[in-house]
């Protein structure tokens, strides 16, 4: 009985999926999500292998793909760039870009949110916004994708935040301390429990808020730009495609804003966090 | 019961259609990321971290010391400054002070000259007035002694004459003529 109602009901379903093809929007997704293939169309599609590890899919998809690009680039890059500085210690072409990216990171966000003893988060804090940049940059060229604009990554790079926020907190008060100095001074016994278990949930929301923060903000540029372009066939008439193209290169221009401005927040507040549980005195 | 299957279903069928929806979490990309940052993390911390930043120190602080070092040089140059200056301000104090000196002595020395040389012009002036003085005398002296001679020529010659009483009377008839005459 129960199976038969749920055999009509998938019948249904791919009734409701065909009508709903007709007019299609999910080439906007298909744009975003994760593939396990990289489409280079007119040049061919590649195909990318499937691997299993203990039962695990791990197939190598479109998103690890560009993650080992921006992962090639950043070493490529910081190789010459380490390079150079050991012929001269006056920086010239490349080595300028970088320079200022990484004084900004040391002086505009490890040492003013973290404050003493920031040099020992400065690796992760560089590492994780020159990858973010890059990811975000990725995304922008043709043919590109953005790693970060897909919540596995984003999450998987905000639990290695939270991995640093604590392990730098407990390094520093011990594990003991350091819970301890999660609650407020000065609290009512009786509140104590409760006032915990608060601010257990508030050490997990700020890594989930740094995950959805960068995962809706590199897919909603991209959603943006392809469903201004795709009014176009939407509408199928070329009287929008001023407008659209306008729009799009605007949201374009936006969305390079948004990619330096992404990598700068995740790395902001990933280093303001860990100022916040390395100094807990403040 | 026939909702409930709907949503279940309807669940499956979506994600088969866009293979996983945008909030869909794959293990896999999971497992990757973290492979993938973990590497990268290592990696550039040995390659690029460690040595960029040892050298942006490294360079920050010949900044430094070169800036530390100009400006004490600076302050030695401007004690330097200071010190020649002073030194300028001595000498031409002390030339002022030479010129003061050498215009005082050639004052003194022309008023010394003038005074001397007065006193010289008055010197010869009063001796020549005095050899003047001592010449008329002389010349007074002889002429005195020429009246003298003629006085006693003539009283000479008055005596030679003055023989007899009658001459004697014309004489001094004549003599008081004149007188009356004059």
């Known amino acids: 009985m129960w199976f038969h109602s749920a055999n009509t009901v998938a019948d249904n379903v791919k009734a409701a999926q065909e009508a709903v093809k007709k007019t299609d929007t999910s080439w906007i997704l298909h744009h975003v999500l994760d593939a396990r293939e990289i489409d280079l169309t007119p040049f061919g599609i590649i195909h990318l292998p499937k691997l299993h590890l203990l039962g695990m899919d791990i197939s190598i998809t479109k998103?690890?793909?560009?993650?080992?690009?921006?992962?090639?680039?950043?070493?490529?890059?910081?190789?010459?760039?380490?390079?150079?500085?050991k012929?001269?210690?006056?920086p010239k072409g490349v080595s300028n870009l970088t320079e200022t990216l990484v004084l900004f990171v040391r002086d505009e966000i490890a040492k003013p949110n973290i404050g003493k003893g920031y040099e020992k988060f400065l690796p992760y804090l560089l590492t994780v916004f020159f990858f973010i940049l890059t990811c975000n940059f990725l995304g922008l060229i043709p043919y590109g994708s953005t790693a970060t604009g897909n919540i596995s990554v984003t999450a998987t790079l905000a639990t290695i935040s939270f991995v640093?926020?604590?392990?730098?907190?407990?390094?520093?008060?011990?594990?003991?301390?350091?819970?301890?100095?999660l609650l407020p001074h000065g609290l009512p016994t009786w509140l104590i429990p409760i006032m915990f278990v608060v601010e257990l949930l508030g050490l997990f929301t700020k890594p989930f808020a740094l995950a959805i923060r960068l995962f809706a903000n590199m897919t909603a540029?991209?959603?943006?730009?392809?469903?201004?372009?795709?009014?176009?066939?939407?509408?199928?008439?070329?009287?929008?495609?001023?407008?659209?193209?306008?729009?799009?290169?605007?949201?374009?221009?936006?969305?390079?804003?948004?990619?330096?401005?992404?990598?700068?927040?995740?790395?902001?507040?990933?280093?303001?966090?860990?100022?916040?549980?390395y100094h807990q005195e403040h | 019961m026939e909702l409930l299957s709907y949503i279940f279903v309807l669940a499956f069928a979506g994600a088969d259609a866009v293979q996983g929806g945008l909030l869909d979490v794959n293990p896999g990309l999971i497992l990757w990321t973290v492979v993938t940052f973990i590497f990268l993390l290592l990696v550039l911390k040995k390659i690029a971290w460690k040595p960029i930043l040892s050298f942006l120190?490294?360079?920050?602080?010949?900044?430094?010391?070169?800036?530390?070092?100009?400006?004490?040089?600076?302050?030695?140059?401007?004690?330097?400054?200071?010190?020649?200056?002073?030194?300028?301000?001595?000498?031409?104090?002390?030339a002022q002070k030479i010129i003061d000196q050498s215009r005082e002595y050639a004052e003194k020395l022309k008023n010394q000259i003038l005074d001397e040389s007065k006193v010289t012009a008055k010197k010869m002036v009063e001796d020549a007035a005095a050899?003047?003085?001592?010449?008329?005398?002389?010349?007074?002296?002889?002429?005195?002694?020429?009246?003298?001679?003629?006085?006693?020529?003539?009283?000479?010659?008055?005596?030679?004459?003055?023989?007899d009483k009658p001459q004697q009377l014309k004489l001094v008839d004549k003599y008081l003529d004149e007188m009356n005459k004059n």
């Open chain 1, 63 to 85: 998103h690890v793909v560009f993650m080992w690009i921006a992962a090639s680039i950043l070493i490529f890059t910081f190789y010459k760039v380490s390079k150079s500085y």
């Open chain 1, 164 to 181: 640093f926020i604590q392990a730098g907190g407990m390094m520093k008060n011990g594990v003991f301390g350091y819970l301890k100095g």
């Open chain 2, 57 to 94: 120190n490294e360079r920050e602080n010949i900044i430094k010391e070169s800036l530390e070092k100009a400006e004490t040089a600076r302050k030695e140059a401007e004690l330097l400054i200071a010190d020649n200056k002073a030194a300028m301000r001595k000498a031409e104090d002390e």
């Open chain 2, 131 to 163: 050899q003047i003085e001592r010449k008329n005398a002389e010349a007074f002296n002889k002429l005195k002694d020429q009246v003298a001679e003629i006085a006693i020529n003539a009283a000479e010659k008055i005596l030679k004459e003055n023989l």
């Open chain 1, 221 to 277: 540029g991209h959603i943006v730009i392809l469903a201004l372009l795709g009014l176009i066939f939407i509408l199928h008439t070329y009287i929008v495609v001023p407008v659209s193209i306008a729009f799009a290169l605007f949201i374009f221009l936006l969305e390079i804003l948004v990619a330096l401005l992404q990598a700068y927040i995740f790395t902001m507040l990933s280093s303001l966090f860990i100022g916040m549980a």
């Open chain 1, 87 to 90: 012929k001269s210690l006056i």
